[in-house]
């Protein structure tokens, strides 16, 4: 089973809303990523959190908050967003505990489709 | 620092034909791995193929498989038996080996099959 789960899978807002977008995945996997998809366009590293803790911050604004309170949880805390924030946010795992093959292989969720007003 | 290389931004296939999508990458590291990522427009990446440097032997699951060289720094996926599922944006991906290596994304190609 190679499932990483997102909710909500469509999240509008306002600028000055609070909302938060979560992950989850049950297959022990250590690294867990969060990405920016813009429409034709390829992924956006965000934040990469290894064995739950935060290891790369791609100089992401600080309107966008991860957190990761355990092992198989991340979420994404949303804070006066902007416009230009609309994009589909993308999830992903991997296992992070062997090198080579299937551990080194990132699985993705389906991702939330953010608009903000 | 490396970069991924896809050329062709819009490919076509007949159904049931063979279609090639390129990709070409730049490291100077020995220890890495490629990928091949599906996005169909219900926008999920799910993985299609995995190759690791190291290995000689080209990866297949099914209708694809890859064109590894190593030496050319070209990584080519062929899509067999054309279907009207694969029609899709494909990325091709580069990373390094070790915990710190991160997913270096190509623009992707759009392919569409034609029914």
């Known amino acids: 089973d190679t499932e990483v789960t997102q909710t909500p899978k469509h999240l509008v807002m306002g600028m000055t809303n609070k909302k938060s977008l979560k992950c989850e995945q049950h297959?022990?996997?250590?690294?867990m990523y969060w990405y920016k998809q813009k429409a034709k366009k390829p992924p956006e590293l965000m934040f990469v959190?290894?064995?739950?803790?935060?290891?790369i911050n791609e100089s992401v604004p600080s309107r966008f908050s991860p957190e990761c309170p355990n092992s198989s949880l991340l979420n994404l805390h949303l804070h006066a967003l902007q416009p230009e924030d609309s994009a589909l946010y993308l999830c992903?795992?991997?296992?992070?505990?062997?090198?080579?093959?299937?551990?080194?292989?990132?699985?993705f969720g389906p991702g939330t489709r953010l608009t903000v007003l | 620092a490396q970069t991924v290389t896809q050329s062709q931004p819009e490919m076509s296939v007949q159904e049931a034909e063979t279609v090639t999508l390129s990709c070409t990458y730049d490291?100077?590291?020995?220890?890495?791995?490629l990928f091949w990522y599906k996005q169909p427009p219900s926008r999920q990446m799910i993985l299609v193929i995995r190759?690791?440097?190291?290995?000689?032997q080209n990866a297949t699951e099914n209708r694809f498989s890859v064109n590894f060289q190593k030496a050319a720094k070209s990584f080519s996926l062929k899509i067999s038996d054309s279907q009207l599922g694969d029609a899709a944006m494909y990325f091709c991906?580069?990373?390094?080996?070790?915990?710190?290596?991160?997913?270096?994304f190509g623009k992707g190609t759009k392919l569409s099959v034609k029914p």
């Open positions: 992903a795992s991997r296992d992070g505990r062997l090198a080579g093959g299937p551990a080194d292989t990132q699985y």
């Open positions: 297959m022990g996997h250590r690294a």
């Open positions: 959190y290894s064995y739950e803790k935060l290891s």
């Open positions: 490291t100077s590291e020995s220890d890495y791995y």
């Open positions: 190759q690791e440097a190291y290995k000689q």
């Open positions: 991906a580069y990373r390094r080996g070790g915990s710190q290596g991160n997913l270096i």
